[in-house]
């Protein structure tokens, strides 16, 4: 499977999940299946026959509430069965709205409140420098939790610390939980305040598979490496496109069937 | 207390190269053997305690015993989520450790004051709160704390009660220690308090009043038999702790009545009442305004006695 067959059946997963259990972030997850489909499809070196074999790489969904995303993408590599994916969100169910680690293999770490990823990912990071483990850790965010000081805390021991193991991913759809970053609390200049932190900064189109696979593949020896993939929120499904609207709601009923078909044909 | 734990753990890090101590850029003097001898153990995260824990989180699910340290709130509630739902929720082995537990910063002011920490932290779940009352507690508990599953709250106070281990005696995390026995007063206590308490019950029994005198240096999993035991004796509950009375030692103490349906004919709970402290002195002269010196315990037992 290539890595955008991966993306476009994630998309299909995501809509799936969050229809079967009325669940909210479907736009979250879809604007990132593309950068979730590279990392799990291609850039990560992960083992779904042993979820926790020494020297793995680790991954961090920062952005807790697209969780959705991950489990497909754990799934499809094999992880578990595909069929889990129907419980997401039901009662009773292992898989939890915001992405949690308790019975889910391949999970490294559950989150939900944001900006606790990146500074777990440091720890991550840190260790595997104090090891001398060729393990990377790789971490996903929202744009919108680039709002939390605790992520420029670990901004700036990161550089300090020259945690060229670990890469960042900033899924920058441009739109949060209200309204649109920009009328939010505004970014840019976003390339250049993680230059200013010393950063090794990659700028791309998050839905370009070949784009975020050389940005993954750069040479940032003593930086860690952020990727800030420019994407559309609601990525797939042309009705959810850029729109406030799709951060919570649910697709159902028509819409539902709508997504599905847009998803399928394309 | 501070000194105690730093050189003990620093045995231990030379023996377990896994042991790592993050500091949130405080221990002036404290931390300069540490960190000059075990460099690779020894990070400094800066001012920034959300990420210190994070962080802390990180190095222990990648297999290390981590030490966050800082001094009172500031290691637990600026980043108190981080210890709940990143060490505590993944079960990472994160002892933080707070320097200046009750009104040991007294003059400092009230940031400093870390009188509501055992409420907050005892009220998370999976993390084990320690809150020695002397030197040697501190030792005992610093030699455990790799040991035990999950992050834990290690409370260190200014004052303390010297050393009141016994030849041969080991600490049991989750047991209080007796240190006085009597028949008329059960006294519970935490911390560096201790001290007070024990020159409180010497006196008592001076003049005929005798106490079970109890340590509790550990707050969470609590000792509840100890003191049902006593209070089957004496009938009469003393709690003492240099702590806000909302939800910490006297707390738990009558939350344990509840539930075993035990009612002391009498009790009195000590602590720290009447909002946020703005009087400014040491550790002794704030223990003084409220009511929690030896002299000043040993008179509220008489009155609850009394009474």
């Known amino acids: ?64 509430h697209a969780g959705a995303c991950v489990y497909a993408a754990l799934a499809e590599r094999g992880f578990f069965d595909v069929e889990r994916l129907k419980t997401h969100y039901q009662n009773g ?99 250049g305040k993680w230059q200013s932190f010393n950063w090794h900064v990659r700028e791309v189109d998050g839905h370009d598979h070949a784009q975020l696979i050389s940005a993954l593949e750069s040479d940032h020896e003593g930086q860690p490496l952020v990727v800030i993939a420019h994407t ?22 028509d819409e539902f069937d709508a997504a599905i078909k847009e998803l399928y044909e394309s | 207390m501070r000194d105690a734990f730093i050189a003990r753990l620093t045995e231990h890090a030379k023996a377990d190269r896994d042991i790592v101590l993050v500091t949130g850029d405080l221990g002036f003097g404290v931390l300069t053997d540490f960190a000059k001898n075990y460099p690779e153990q020894f990070i400094n995260a800066g001012v920034a305690e959300q990420n210190m824990t994070g962080l802390a989180t990180g190095l222990a699910l990648a297999g290390k015993t981590v030490f966050t340290y800082s001094i009172a709130n500031f290691p637990i509630l600026r980043c108190l989520e981080q210890i709940r739902n990143d060490a505590a929720y993944h079960d990472a082995n994160v002892n933080v450790v707070a320097i200046g537990g009750g009104f040991s910063y007294g003059a400092l002011g009230m940031s400093h004051h870390a009188t509501e920490d055992l409420a907050i932290m ?46 041969g005696e080991k600490l049991e995390i989750g047991k209080a220690r007796q240190l006085r026995e009597g028949s008329d007063v059960t006294l519970l206590t935490t911390g560096g308090i201790l001290g007070e308490a024990i020159a409180c019950a010497d006196s008592l029994a001076s003049k005929g009043v005798t106490c079970d005198l109890f340590s509790y240096h550990t707050i969470s999993p609590f000792d509840e038999q100890s003191m049902l035991s006593s209070l089957e004796k004496t009938g009469c509950l003393v709690t003492l702790e240099e702590h806000v009375l909302t939800g910490g030692l006297g707390s738990i103490a009558a939350e344990v009545c509840l539930d075993a349906s035990v009612y002391p004919k009498k009790s009195k709970r000590l602590g720290i009442t009447g909002g946020y402290c703005s009087k400014v002195g040491d550790q002794n002269y704030l223990r003084g305004v409220y009511g929690l010196t030896a002299a000043d315990v040993e008179a509220s037992i008489l009155q609850t006695l009394k009474g």
């Open chain 1, 1 to 64: 499977m290539t890595t955008e067959e991966l993306a476009a059946r994630l998309r299909q997963h995501v809509v799936r999940m969050t229809n079967a259990g009325k669940s909210s972030h479907v736009a979250s997850s879809l604007s990132m299946a593309d950068i979730i489909a590279v990392l799990y499809g291609h850039a990560m070196n992960i083992d779904p026959k042993d979820p926790e074999k020494q020297d793995r790489d680790r991954f961090i969904l920062s952005k807790g």
């Open chain 1, 93 to 191: 169910s292992i898989l939890s709205g915001h992405v949690s680690h308790k019975g889910v293999p391949g999970v490294e770490f559950s989150t939900g409140s944001l900006g606790h990823g990146l500074p777990v990912g440091v720890g991550l990071a840190k260790a595997a420098k104090l090891d001398g483990s060729p393990s990377k850790t790789f971490v996903v965010l929202s744009d919108g939790e680039c709002d939390e000081g605790s992520n420029w805390e670990a901004i700036m021991f990161a550089a300090h610390h020259k945690l060229d193991n670990l890469v960042a991913v900033v899924d920058y759809n441009k739109i949060q939980s209200l309204a649109s970053v920009a009328d939010t609390l505004a970014l840019e200049p976003f390339v």
């Open chain 1, 232 to 253: 559309t929120k609601g990525k797939g499904v042309s009705f959810m496109e850029n729109s406030v609207l799709w951060h919570y709601r649910s697709p159902q009923g």
């Open chain 2, 122 to 167: 005892r009220a998370l779940p999976q993390v084990t709160v320690l809150s020695p009352g002397c030197l040697w507690e501190t030792e005992e508990i610093t030699s455990a704390l790799p040991k035990i599953p999950g992050a834990c709250y290690f409370r260190l106070d200014k004052s303390h009660a010297g050393r009141t281990g016994r030849e």
